[in-house]
């Protein structure tokens, strides 16, 4: 079968609703006006004359065995440079050998690039657009960055993700030709989004290559899926730059009485624990918040409780309860669940993409910060949290792509979200800006102060 395939590669989608079928809440504009772009590499402002892509050229076809014929010379270099990052990493100078890169002008200016492929014939180029304004590549990497359609807002990730398309071609051109028309469903989606905002699987490998060449930290799930649908191809990414979970506060009291003790004197919380572990869990996490709310008051007369009843599951940690019609809300710790092994757990979660930290303290965080939201506007809370019948309560695959960012439970429903939102943030954690307004929009609890 002779089997030759164009893909256009786009650039940024206009601004969609976030919410399910009914569309409730909908981001009219994101707001753009605040995104800080990366400045210009310096060399972007040097005049590059027509001599230089020949010299860009003759490197890639010389060093790096591309057969190269770039027009453009801006072209030239960001692809050049781009080869060199990968081949440096993987100390391997064939690394492409066998790839076609040209550049011509295309229609549309918002494409990048378009790839083209014979699996029979063994044969893969990349044609860079001369229309693209390659001169605004950093500011464009950037808004789709804040958009949540890629991984990074670093210069070269669209580059990287193109070179990184034609290495699951050269490593599994059979992987490679069934990926491009099959997507992830369900709960793979989710994690898939956390890259991107796509969930087709070809699409995924080569943004999975873009994130770890532009140094992001993932949770290990992404490499399963990459392994699983390349093959395990054998590529080297450089170090990922941590994201440097932040601590905050720790106890270590002597007695869950010492514990309750500082709990109802610093914030007139009345809880009752199962274990010292528990109880220095949750003081430090009621500490953490207080820190970013910038006042002790908002737990006053909160309650926790210790109770199996409402808990089906024993691997679930804790659950609010909250009645939008009275205003009250208490929290209900389950004492079946293995809090001793809490901190493997947390970090079990987070490296399934379930959770944005594997800080042990969130198991608890996050049910405070449903407090927090709830006790905000008990109505709206309770409104969106139950309204299954019109789709209040889901979010659809826009609304995915910038939510799914933080975590795949985030990506669940906006309460969620809000929850795991603060919980990546007061970790330190950044987002794109479109990952911010969503929050900023949905939350319904007191002003936060995150300290980064
Ligand atoms: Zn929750």
Redesign the pocket.
């Given at each position: 079968m002779a089997l030759s395939i164009s893909i256009i590669k786009t650039s940024i989608n206009g601004c969609r609703n976030i919410f399910g079928p009914i569309k409730p809440r909908i981001i009219k504009n994101l707001d753009t006006s605040s995104i800080k772009y990366a400045p210009q590499l310096a060399a972007d402002t040097v005049v590059l004359s027509s001599k230089c892509s020949n010299i860009f050229n003759k490197q890639l076809k010389d060093f790096y065995k591309i057969d190269a014929q770039i027009q453009d010379p801006l072209i030239s270099r960001k692809a050049y440079e781009a080869v060199e990052d990968f081949c440096n990493i993987n100390k391997k100078n064939n690394l492409f050998s066998g790839l076609k890169i040209t550049s011509a002008p295309m229609d549309n200016s918002s494409s990048i690039s378009k790839i083209n492929f014979n699996a029979d014939k063994n044969e893969f180029s990349i044609c860079f657009n001369e229309n693209f304004n390659w001169k605004e590549l950093n500011k464009i990497t950037n808004e789709m960055y804040n958009h949540g359609q890629i991984a990074s807002n670093r210069p070269s990730y669209l580059i990287y993700k193109d070179l990184g398309e034609f290495l699951n071609f050269k490593y599994n051109p059979y992987a490679y030709q069934m990926s491009i028309n099959r997507d992830f469903c369900n709960a793979s989606a989710d994690i898939a989004r956390r890259i991107s905002d796509s969930v087709n699987i070809s699409e995924f490998n080569s943004h999975y290559i873009a994130a770890r060449m532009s140094k992001k930290e993932l949770p290990k799930i992404l490499k399963t899926f990459f392994e699983e649908q390349t093959g395990n191809i054998d590529l080297k990414f450089p170090k990922p730059i941590s994201q440097n979970i932040k601590t905050g506060s720790i106890h270590k009291f002597k007695s869950i009485e010492d514990a309750k003790k500082y709990l109802s004197e610093n914030y007139n919380i009345d809880a009752d624990f199962l274990s010292i572990d528990q109880a220095n869990l949750f003081a430090g996490s009621v500490d953490d918040l207080s820190k970013i709310l910038g006042d002790k008051k908002y737990f006053d007369g909160f309650k926790v409780k210790i109770d199996a009843a409402p808990f089906s599951n024993p691997g679930t940690k804790a659950s609010l309860h909250w009645d939008s019609a009275t205003g009250e809300a208490e929290l209900y710790l389950n004492p079946a669940y293995n809090w001793k092994n809490n901190a493997k757990l947390i970090k079990k979660d987070y490296e399934a993409g379930l959770h944005p930290t594997p800080n042990p303290k969130d198991s608890i965080l996050?049910?405070l910060c449903?407090w927090l939201d709830f006790k905000g506007n008990p109505q709206k809370y309770g409104a969106v949290e139950t309204d299954f019948k019109n789709g209040f309560r889901y979010y659809n695959e826009f609304g995915k792509s910038i939510t799914g960012k933080v975590s795949s439970y985030a990506a669940k429903s906006p309460?969620?979200f809000n929850?795991e939102y603060i919980c990546g943030r007061i970790n330190g954690i950044k987002y794109p800006q479109a990952t911010d307004n969503e929050f900023l929009s949905g939350w319904n609890g007191p002003k936060l102060y995150f300290t980064d």
């Open positions: 996050h049910e449903h309460a969620e929850a």
